[in-house]
């Protein structure tokens, strides 16, 4: 499956933002969906993830009540809505995806064998 992601940009503190990944391939109804990012000299960090199914998700305890996930299977699309930005926000967002990940497993980067080639968000203070 190829990923790609989109909508990423320069914001202020406070403001919202859509991250969409749109998939392409097998079919998308299958992939358990993350989001994870990268900020500059840090490692990369599990942000969100939902199940193929939808229903289930988990978010990292530095986006819960911020973030959302959400998927439209019929439209081979995940999406990452950020609100409330803050400035520790900063960093490149990848999409990612695997059939059937773990449940305790969907926060871990290396439980995911496919990757979007990432959109940077900026949160100036």
């Known amino acids: 499956v190829q990923l790609q992601a989109s909508g990423g940009g320069l914001v202020q503190a406070g403001d919202s933002l859509r991250l969409s990944c749109a998939a392409s391939?097998?079919?998308?109804?299958?992939?358990?969906m993350a989001w994870f990012r990268q900020a500059p000299g840090k490692e990369r960090e599990f942000v969100a993830a939902?199940?193929?199914?939808?229903?289930?998700?988990r978010y990292s305890d530095s986006v819960k009540g911020r973030f959302t996930i959400s998927r439209d299977n019929a439209e081979n699309m995940v999406y990452l809505q950020m609100n409330s930005l803050k400035p520790d926000d900063t960093a490149v967002y990848y999409c990612?995806?695997?059939?059937?990940?773990?449940?305790?497993?969907?926060?871990?980067?290396?439980?995911?064998?496919?990757w979007g080639q990432g959109t940077l968000v900026t949160v100036s203070s």
């Open positions: 990612a995806a695997k059939p059937r990940v773990a449940l305790s497993a969907l926060g871990l980067h290396s439980s995911y064998d496919y």
């Open positions: 391939g097998r079919p998308f109804r299958d992939y358990d």
């Open positions: 939902m199940r193929y199914r939808g229903g289930t998700t």
